[in-house]
């Protein structure tokens, strides 16, 4: 993985990060140190005392942020002495410390790699705490490179763990983190789900640290999704505690949010107060993640009263700390209001530049979002916990049957009736048996239907990201010239041609896609009826006429204008449709078409024939496989997504046909399918 905020092109919850990595126990670090000291000064001190490396490791921890220099320090020395006497523990917890410490200093490649470690050192020594810290690690490091769909597994495997270990610190943390995952793609349904989740588990919590912590990551979470009084009234009480305690970097974070939410609520003058405040101690302890937020929302309250030199100041060290820190959200947003500050100011260069490199980042975002359709994803995890729930269920009910079983062989010592008892225990026991085959039948035939689903939902983007990006590209470049530059009436003309071909290109190809998916998923139907071909055929290549008439290709419709087939009428144009326009894609200028048809016993058979450059056998054997659709280029660069010819498989198959070809390079295609004659009634 690359570290490039290129590739983080979704919103980074910065107060999200910190807790990602387990909350800190209410131990400052003069009590460590004196816990440390303690055990140093007793007489039978020994560097091989396991609880004395727990305790480096944990001040190690504490100070990454303080004195980063100090957790080096501290994380070699527990690291050496773990590895002296083999403490695997020690080590793994040493691993995902350093990935910690890589972390805050912006080397996610270094954090990945040590994460990776610790994880596969606690799965090879079934250490739980190690293994949550891990994983959790990883879902981090994963969603941090933007890479949600890999960071899911790592948090939901995570929370299985902490459920075994009933840690509610880290149950209540990691649901906060997977509600994050589905707020950040659109998806604030599931997102308040596991928020709601969350919650209801703080209120077990008994340590006021612990949920200090994490009502501030909720009230950040309702932000989110647009509950401001929710997420300011959480947000409060959390400024309280941290304020009480004087644990500064979190009540940095505090003040920050409670900022944040004042800008929404359009308070700039209130968001200003807090966010000084959240500048302040910052300032004090040097917090770089932090100031890159605060600028940012400093930048925008001043922008809100018109202070348009504070908004353009605190706008330039927003973008300058958050390169530094390759944190895209705040570099796009930064970019943002340097624009409209500009603009404001007159300074039409430097605004129209801020402009395109937030409209740069705003489009990369948006196709990044696009891409992850998380949708199929919630379904896989629902399944999953189905799953899970169906086996617990089932291990209990054999746990029942086993003692029913020991009960049974116990009275068998005492009287022979017991015989009866066991014949019957047998009988249920083959009765629960056929039971659990069934549903485990009934879940593999579930698994395999997901895993198909799964395959057409990444064909499906892929098509879309891949052959949806060009027409909007060009209607964008269109619109932006003609935004640009002022036109003549005559290139207007041109322009809103050129403009009218796109728009049309893209809707064919929109048809064609909702049409395939369709067809995918088992959501179309059928409705077969009377009708004459000659018709259905005609109607399609009046619809073509243009398309021909640009490249003087000649359509002779020869089928009988008397054949009458049972078919159904939309499947039978949307195939006529897409064979007579892949025939002119691929037929040079000049060039002839003909539709024919052949009466067979029971079928009718109809031939799309063309004079066109034609096929390699290669491209024949492949051509109606859905695993080899992609874009192809016709005789004059005309694109397609090569979708058409599934789409008339799958349609022809449906309607009771088949469809094959035939071609030879530089002679020519014929295209021919199969389809019902007409239904007579009795």
């Known amino acids: 993985m690359k570290n490039s905020f290129l590739s983080t092109y979704f919103s980074i919850s910065f107060l999200f990060i910190f807790s990602c990595f387990s909350f800190l126990h209410a131990q400052n670090d003069s009590s460590l140190i004196d816990k440390i000291e303690h055990i140093r000064s007793t007489p039978d001190f020994s560097t091989k005392n396991t609880e004395y490396i727990d305790l480096l490791l944990e001040l190690a921890k504490k100070k990454v942020r303080t004195n980063p220099d100090s957790t080096i320090i501290l994380l070699e020395q527990a690291n050496k002495l773990s590895k002296n006497i083999n403490y695997k523990y020690g080590e793994s917890i040493a691993l995902s410390t350093y990935g910690y410490y890589f972390f805050e200093k912006g080397e996610t490649e270094k954090a990945f790699e040590n994460n990776q470690k610790a994880l596969k050192m606690s799965e090879k020594h079934n250490l739980n705490e190690p293994k949550l810290r891990a994983l959790n690690n990883m879902g981090l490091d994963y969603w941090i490179q933007g890479e949600a769909e890999k960071a899911l597994p790592m948090f939901l495997e995570a929370l299985s763990v902490a459920k075994i270990m009933n840690k509610i610190d880290m149950i209540i943390s990691l649901n906060i983190n997977i509600s994050n995952i589905y707020s950040e793609n659109g998806d604030f349904n599931t997102a308040e789900s596991f928020l709601n989740t969350a919650r209801e588990m703080s209120t077990k919590i008994k340590d006021e640290e612990v949920l200090a912590f994490t009502q501030l990551n909720m009230a950040l979470e309702y932000s989110k999704i647009g509950n401001l009084n929710e997420a300011e009234n959480i947000v409060d009480l959390s400024i309280k505690y941290f ?7 979190w009540l940095a974070h505090a003040y920050e949010q409670k900022g944040s939410i004042e800008i929404k609520n359009k308070n700039y003058n209130n968001a200003i107060i807090w966010l000084k405040k959240s500048e302040s101690i910052c300032d004090e302890i ?30 330039i060290k927003s973008l300058e700390v958050s390169k530094e820190l390759n944190i895209a959200t705040t570099i796009k947003e930064s970019n943002e209001t340097l624009y409209q500050v500009y603009q404001k100011l007159g300074k039409y260069e430097m605004a129209f530049s801020h402009q395109q490199k937030y409209l740069e980042l705003f489009k990369k975002e948006t ?55 066991i014949v019957k225990t047998t009988k249920l026991q083959k009765k629960f048996n056929q039971k659990l085959k069934f549903k485990q039948e009934a879940l593999l035939v579930r698994e395999a239907e997901l895993s198909e689903l799964n395959k057409t939902k990444d064909k499906l983007f892929s098509l879309i990201a891949h052959d949806l990006k060009g027409p909007i590209n060009s209607l964008y470049e269109l619109l932006k010239l003609y935004v640009d530059e002022p036109f003549s009436q005559n290139e207007s003309k041109t322009f809103f041609t050129n403009v009218l071909n796109e728009t049309q290109r893209l809707s064919d190809m929109l048809n ?18 009377n009708l004459n071909i000659y018709n259905a055929a005609q109607h399609s290549i009046i619809l073509l006429k243009p398309l021909s008439v640009k490249k003087n290709i000649k359509i002779i419709n020869k089928i009988p204008k008397e054949i009458i087939t049972y078919s159904d009428k939309a499947f039978l144009s949307i195939i006529f449709r897409n064979l007579i326009t892949n025939a002119l894609k691929f037929t040079d200028v000049n060039g002839k078409i003909e539709l ?50 599934s789409i008339c498989k799958d349609l022809i198959n449906k309607n009771g046909g088949e469809i094959w070809v035939k071609s030879k390079v530089n002679m020519g295609t014929e295209f021919c399918f199969t389809i019902p004659k007409e239904k007579l009634n009795n």
């Open 367 to 421: 196709e990044e979002k696009f891409k992850k359709g998380l949708g199929l994803l919630r379904a896989k995890t629902n399944f999953e916990n189905q799953k899970k729930q169906l086996i617990l269920e089932q291990t209990k009910t054999l746990e029942k049957h086993k003692n029913y079983t020991y009960l049974a062989v116990g009275v068998l010592i005492i009287s022979l009736i017991t015989l009866f008892s």
């Open 243 to 249: 304020e009480k305690k004087g644990v500064k970097d």
């Open 596 to 645: 024919l048809l052949v009466n067979m016993e029971s079928l009718l058979q109809i031939k799309i024939k063309d004079n066109g450059i034609g096929m390699t056998e290669d491209v024949q054997h492949k051509l109606f496989k859905t695993e080899h659709i992609k874009s192809t280029y016709g005789t004059q660069n005309e694109k397609g997504t090569g979708l058409g010819l």
């Open 286 to 315: 040097d917090f770089k993640y932090g100031h890159a937020l605060v600028y940012n929302g400093l930048a925008k309250s001043y922008l809100g009263v018109n202070n348009l030199e504070n908004a353009k100041n605190y706008g």
């Open 512 to 529: 064609n896609l909702l049409i395939w998916a369709k067809t995918q998923m088992n959501g179309i139907n059928i409705k077969q009826e």
